[in-house]
Protein backbone atom coordinates (compact mmCIF):
# COMPACT_ATOMS: atom_id res chain seq x y z
CA UNK A 1 0.00 0.00 0.00
CA UNK A 2 2.81 2.27 0.82
CA UNK A 3 4.37 1.61 -2.23
CA UNK A 4 1.48 2.48 -4.09
CA UNK A 5 1.29 5.88 -2.41
CA UNK A 6 5.21 6.69 -3.04
CA UNK A 7 4.59 5.76 -6.67
CA UNK A 8 1.69 7.87 -6.70
CA UNK A 9 3.16 10.88 -5.67
CA UNK A 10 6.70 10.37 -7.70
CA UNK A 11 4.32 10.62 -10.93
CA UNK A 12 2.24 13.94 -9.50
CA UNK A 13 5.54 15.55 -8.76
CA UNK A 14 7.16 14.59 -12.18
CA UNK A 15 3.99 15.76 -13.99
CA UNK A 16 3.61 19.24 -12.02
CA UNK A 17 7.87 20.01 -12.71
CA UNK A 18 6.62 18.85 -16.72
CA UNK A 19 3.90 21.25 -16.84
CA UNK A 20 6.19 24.21 -14.81
CA UNK A 21 8.62 23.36 -17.68
CA UNK A 22 6.20 23.55 -20.62
CA UNK A 23 4.97 26.99 -19.14
CA UNK A 24 8.46 28.52 -18.83
CA UNK A 25 8.99 27.32 -22.87
CA UNK A 26 5.77 28.76 -24.03
CA UNK A 27 6.17 32.71 -22.03
CA UNK A 28 8.91 33.78 -24.44
CA UNK A 29 6.26 33.20 -26.85
CA UNK A 30 3.53 34.40 -25.07
CA UNK A 31 5.58 38.06 -24.64
CA UNK A 32 6.28 38.07 -28.24
CA UNK A 33 2.30 38.29 -28.44
CA UNK A 34 2.38 41.35 -26.21
CA UNK A 35 4.62 42.85 -27.56
CA UNK A 36 2.73 43.34 -31.00
CA UNK A 37 -0.27 44.33 -28.93
CA UNK A 38 0.89 48.02 -27.95
CA UNK A 39 1.04 48.19 -32.05
CA UNK A 40 -2.51 48.43 -32.49
CA UNK A 41 -3.83 51.97 -32.77
CA UNK A 42 -5.76 54.04 -29.97
CA UNK A 43 -9.08 53.71 -32.05
CA UNK A 44 -9.68 50.46 -31.80
CA UNK A 45 -9.23 50.33 -27.86
CA UNK A 46 -11.81 53.61 -28.22
CA UNK A 47 -14.57 51.44 -29.66
CA UNK A 48 -14.12 48.26 -27.88
CA UNK A 49 -14.43 50.67 -24.69
CA UNK A 50 -17.72 52.03 -26.40
CA UNK A 51 -18.73 48.89 -26.86
CA UNK A 52 -18.38 47.79 -23.61
CA UNK A 53 -19.68 50.64 -21.86
CA UNK A 54 -22.89 49.89 -24.49
CA UNK A 55 -23.07 46.45 -23.04
CA UNK A 56 -22.62 47.79 -19.76
CA UNK A 57 -25.76 50.17 -20.20
CA UNK A 58 -27.96 47.54 -21.82
CA UNK A 59 -27.15 45.66 -18.60
CA UNK A 60 -28.04 48.35 -16.39
CA UNK A 61 -31.41 49.02 -17.76
CA UNK A 62 -32.16 45.23 -17.97
CA UNK A 63 -31.49 45.76 -14.37
CA UNK A 64 -33.27 48.25 -13.41
CA UNK A 65 -36.18 46.91 -15.26
CA UNK A 66 -36.32 43.29 -13.60
CA UNK A 67 -35.62 45.87 -10.08
CA UNK A 68 -38.73 47.89 -10.73
CA UNK A 69 -40.70 44.45 -11.43
CA UNK A 70 -39.43 42.50 -8.38
CA UNK A 71 -40.70 45.49 -6.25
CA UNK A 72 -43.92 46.16 -7.75
CA UNK A 73 -44.20 42.49 -7.14
CA UNK A 74 -43.40 42.39 -3.67
CA UNK A 75 -45.75 45.44 -3.04
CA UNK A 76 -48.21 43.02 -4.85
CA UNK A 77 -47.32 40.44 -2.06
CA UNK A 78 -47.24 42.65 0.72
CA UNK A 79 -51.24 43.98 -0.24
CA UNK A 80 -52.17 40.39 -0.53
CA UNK A 81 -50.65 39.46 2.47
CA UNK A 82 -52.53 42.22 4.29
CA UNK A 83 -56.12 41.21 2.86
CA UNK A 84 -55.34 37.69 4.15
CA UNK A 85 -54.61 38.94 7.04
CA UNK A 86 -58.04 41.17 7.41
CA UNK A 87 -59.64 38.22 6.32
CA UNK A 88 -58.54 35.77 8.81
CA UNK A 89 -59.20 38.23 11.44
CA UNK A 90 -62.67 38.58 10.48
CA UNK A 91 -63.17 34.93 10.68
CA UNK A 92 -61.87 34.15 13.71
CA UNK A 93 -64.32 37.07 14.60
CA UNK A 94 -67.10 35.43 13.38
CA UNK A 95 -65.52 31.87 14.54
CA UNK A 96 -66.41 33.08 18.23
CA UNK A 97 -69.26 35.01 17.94
CA UNK A 98 -70.81 31.87 16.28
CA UNK A 99 -68.54 29.63 19.23
CA UNK A 100 -70.34 31.83 21.97
CA UNK A 101 -73.97 31.78 20.18
CA UNK A 102 -73.53 28.16 19.55
CA UNK A 103 -72.79 27.34 23.68
CA UNK A 104 -75.59 29.68 24.98
CA UNK A 105 -78.06 27.34 22.75
CA UNK A 106 -76.74 24.44 24.38
CA UNK A 107 -76.82 25.60 27.89
CA UNK A 108 -80.69 26.81 27.26
CA UNK A 109 -81.28 23.53 25.45
CA UNK A 110 -79.84 21.59 28.79
CA UNK A 111 -82.16 24.05 31.05
CA UNK A 112 -84.79 23.23 28.92
CA UNK A 113 -84.48 19.31 29.31
CA UNK A 114 -83.80 19.88 32.88
CA UNK A 115 -87.54 21.81 33.37
CA UNK A 116 -89.36 19.71 31.34
CA UNK A 117 -87.56 16.57 33.14
CA UNK A 118 -88.23 18.48 36.53
CA UNK A 119 -91.96 18.96 35.26
CA UNK A 120 -92.61 15.29 34.61
CA UNK A 121 -91.44 14.16 37.71
CA UNK A 122 -93.80 16.88 39.62
CA UNK A 123 -96.42 15.43 37.48
CA UNK A 124 -96.07 11.82 38.29
CA UNK A 125 -95.55 12.92 42.27
CA UNK A 126 -98.97 14.70 42.04
CA UNK A 127 -101.06 12.11 40.35
CA UNK A 128 -99.62 9.47 42.73
CA UNK A 129 -100.18 11.79 45.76
CA UNK A 130 -103.84 12.33 44.12
CA UNK A 131 -104.28 8.72 43.53
CA UNK A 132 -103.02 7.97 47.55
CA UNK A 133 -105.09 10.77 48.62
CA UNK A 134 -108.26 9.16 46.89
CA UNK A 135 -107.31 5.66 48.18
CA UNK A 136 -106.61 7.14 52.17
CA UNK A 137 -110.37 9.23 51.81
CA UNK A 138 -111.76 6.36 50.16
CA UNK A 139 -110.48 3.77 53.02
CA UNK A 140 -111.43 6.01 55.72
CA UNK A 141 -115.17 6.19 54.23
CA UNK A 142 -115.27 2.45 54.10
CA UNK A 143 -113.69 2.50 57.67
CA UNK A 144 -117.01 5.07 58.73
CA UNK A 145 -119.49 3.23 56.85
CA UNK A 146 -118.74 -0.36 58.15
CA UNK A 147 -117.10 0.08 61.39
Not at 25 to 34: E, I, K, L, N, R
Not at 85 to 110: D, F, W
Request: proline letters at 1%; a negative charge.
Amino acid sequence: MRKILCILLLFSVVGFAAETVADSVAAPADSAATMSAPQETCGEFKSEIAHRDSLMAVADSSCSVEKDSLRAALNSEQAKTKNWEQSYETMKKSNETCARALSVSIEANEKSKEKEKQSKSQAAMMTSSSFMGGLAVGMLLFWLIFD
